[in-house]
């Protein structure tokens, strides 16, 4: 049996108070586990980027659990959570997040440098990370130098490197053409399928259906969810 790497338990996450109090999630409950891709759809407002930042641990539900890895993120200190995202947690984001000033390995091996790993063992993680995703030939090049294919590639080799267990991707495609989309996503997949759990945040049904679940949210809740198996029926647009 795969081993389960995240765990949302009755989240709710409210902002402000009284009558005027709007609830960004309510009492979700969702697992992903290891090799497991889950999409998040749903329409602008529906709690989609607020899910994936409570699950990462960049904001705290305000009631129920959140589980990484066996650790209750609720009962971590700061530094404590800082370490766990350095280490279990990879973020992939639409505008990449780049350090302009540093190059490809320079930005895949800053995590590691800060977890305090020597400068050999991180380059040769970040060189193993970025051959995993057709790079080995930029080592040197700045974000500048590079597409935009290229620049997100270097994002995912960033969130995978030194072994991280959980993907967090929010619209990792939006800034990319069709084509170079669809090239990152399959290197998504892949991690994915090595061993890693994902959550892909879209707005897009023909990116969900490389998902093995959807989930869907309105109002910030999960309304339905959709097996890879109805994959037809998402990039035929049926939606809830």
């Known amino acids: 049996m795969t081993e389960t790497v995240l765990q949302l338990i009755g989240v709710t996450q409210q902002y402000g108070q009284g009558a005027t109090a709007v609830s960004a999630l309510s009492g ?3 697992e992903v586990r290891q090799g497991e ?3 998040i759809m749903g329409a602008s407002g529906s709690g989609k980027s607020t899910l994936l930042s409570i699950a990462g641990g960049l ?7 959140v589980i990484v890895e066996g650790a209750y993120l609720s009962e971590q200190s700061r530094a404590q959570l800082a370490k766990l995202r350095r280490r279990s947690l990879g973020f992939v984001f639409q505008d990449f997040n780049l350090i302009p000033t540093l190059t490809a390995m320079e930005n895949v091996t800053l995590p590691l440098e800060l977890d305090g790993f020597r400068g050999r063992v991180a380059r040769r993680a970040g060189k193993d ?4 995703v057709g790079l080995s030939d930029k080592h040197d090049a700045y974000p500048d130098d590079l597409s935009g294919g290229q620049q997100q590639r270097v994002a995912i080799a960033r969130a995978v490197v030194g072994g991280r267990r959980l993907i ?3 619209e990792p495609t939006g800034a ?9 996503l399959k290197m998504l997949r892949a991690r994915v399928d090595a061993g890693a759990a994902g959550i892909l ?3 897009e049904a023909r990116h969900a259906a490389f998902a093995d679940r959807v989930v869907f949210l309105r109002d910030g809740r999960i309304v339905d969810e959709s097996r890879r198996s109805d994959a037809d029926a998402l990039l035929s647009g049926v939606t809830p």
């Open 28 to 30: 979700v409950d969702l």
């Open 37 to 39: 891709l889950v999409a």
């Open 59 to 65: 904001a705290m539900p305000t009631t129920g659990e």
């Open 129 to 132: 990370a970025l051959a995993s």
């Open 168 to 170: 967090l991707a929010d």
């Open 176 to 184: 990319l053409d069709s084509v170079t989309g669809e090239m990152v």
């Open 201 to 203: 945040v879209t707005h």
